[in-house]
């Protein structure tokens, strides 16, 4: 029950994250569906953690959100200068590398 | 806390409060039409991951958690999402045939293979972190932070500072073309008989001063030009009343139909600089004065 009630819900949180980015055409709702696969590795990254008795994990995890902080940085600049050509923020009307 | 052996009764309940509120607020990803409640609803699940990290004996991180992506991950959301616009909201016609429920259904495939390996596996029982972090979390962090793992520290900064100045170039926007300076902006408002002053505050005393109220000059006639165009071309101006459209529905056009919108600037111009012109200033009303409504308090 310890590690594997945590590890279901980041299963769960990890499933919801991936059917976002799968389903939602917003890019900025898709964008939160990837940060919410990257808490999910965090929940299960401290979860192992606290069952091998060491912080590793929690430095792991520590890494994952020092990454997630500069991928939205990035991401949303993307976002944003799309946008700005294009006025629409839908993953489908970004076909630019396309033509 | 950390007993190790097995989850204690107050995590159990813990993690039995706060694992459904956390799966509901991920769940908004899925259902919500509207960008700002995921975000709003995104944001109660960081807080509620940041219980549990506290809860899995790591308050550095839940801390972390708070001030990163509440503070700051989900707030550069909402500042976007505000920058694209708030009404932008998704659509739920589907462009590819039967992608949906193929993504509905891969999903569930992804979470039967997750949850299957994790009912599979045989675990340890949790050592817990206490003996790790000897009372002191965040020091047990840094102190392996900054021994075995320096060289990746540095490697994250740099990928920080990298972020940064590509978030930079990124969102640059080049000019093509020379910015009007301050002079030949008034050259060009004196040349065109332009007002050259700013546009008089909106509101008027012991009433409104919401911007949407027109101010009134001295004759007590209304100034149009100093409700905000944005507002005069979506026919939201009110009255002195704070009624709206009651007074200037002749002037201002119900509906923000695009061809009903330039007669609105013309007309609101033209009433202010009647208005606000010096030949004004005196003389009484005449009855037959149509530079803009008289007051009727």
């Known amino acids: 029950m310890t590690v594997s009630a945590y590890l279901i819900l980041a299963s769960v949180l990890f499933t919801i994250g991936t059917v976002t980015v799968m389903v939602r055409r917003n890019s900025i709702i898709v964008f939160m569906g990837v940060e919410l696969m990257l808490n999910a590795a965090n929940l299960a990254f401290l979860a192992f953690a606290r069952m091998w008795g060491n912080v590793d994990g929690q430095l792991a995890a520590f890494f994952v959100m020092v990454v997630a902080a500069a991928e939205v940085v990035v991401g949303l600049a993307i976002i944003v200068s799309l946008f700005r050509t294009r006025r629409t923020v839908s993953v489908d009307d970004e076909n630019l590398l396309r033509h | 806390m950390n007993n190790g052996l097995m989850m204690t009764t107050a995590e159990q309940f813990l993690f039995w409060i706060i694992g459904p509120i956390i799966v509901l607020g991920a769940s908004a990803l899925l259902f919500s039409k509207r960008a700002v409640l995921t975000a709003c609803s995104v944001m109660v699940t960081m807080v509620g991951l940041a219980f549990l990290y506290v809860g899995l004996g790591s308050p550095f991180l839940g801390i972390v958690q708070v001030v990163v992506y509440t503070g700051a991950i989900m ?223």
Not at chain 2, 218 to 226: N, Q, V
């Open chain 2, 75 to 297: 707030m550069l959301f909402v500042f976007v999402l505000m920058l694209v616009g708030v009404d932008v909201s998704d659509s739920f016609i589907e462009t590819i045939r039967g992608q949906r429920w193929a993504g509905v259904l891969l999903g569930l495939g992804l979470l039967v293979v997750l949850s299957g390996a994790v009912f599979r596996s045989t675990f340890t029982f949790a050592i817990g972190t206490d003996a790790a972090s000897n009372g002191n979390n965040a020091g047990a962090v840094a102190h392996l932070l900054f021994s075995d793992f320096a060289f990746t520290l540095e490697i994250t900064g740099c990928l920080l500072i990298i972020a940064a100045m590509g978030a930079v170039i990124l969102t640059h926007r080049v000019r093509l073309t020379r910015p009007i300076t301050q002079g030949e902006m008034m050259e060009i408002r004196t040349k065109r008989g332009m007002r050259l002053t700013p546009p008089p505050a909106p509101g008027n005393y012991a009433r409104h001063n919401a911007a949407d109220v027109p101010a009134i000059d001295a004759r007590g006639k209304i100034i149009e030009d100093s409700v905000p165009s944005a507002l005069r071309m979506r026919g939201q101006v009110h009255n002195l009343r704070g009624l709206p459209q009651d007074l200037l529905e002749d002037k201002v056009p119900p509906t923000r139909r695009p061809d009903a919108a330039a007669p609105a600037i013309e007309a609101g111009t033209a009433g202010s600089s009647d208005s606000a012109g010096p030949r004004d200033t005196g003389g009484p009303p005449e009855p037959g004065d149509t530079a803009g409504p008289e007051v009727k308090p």
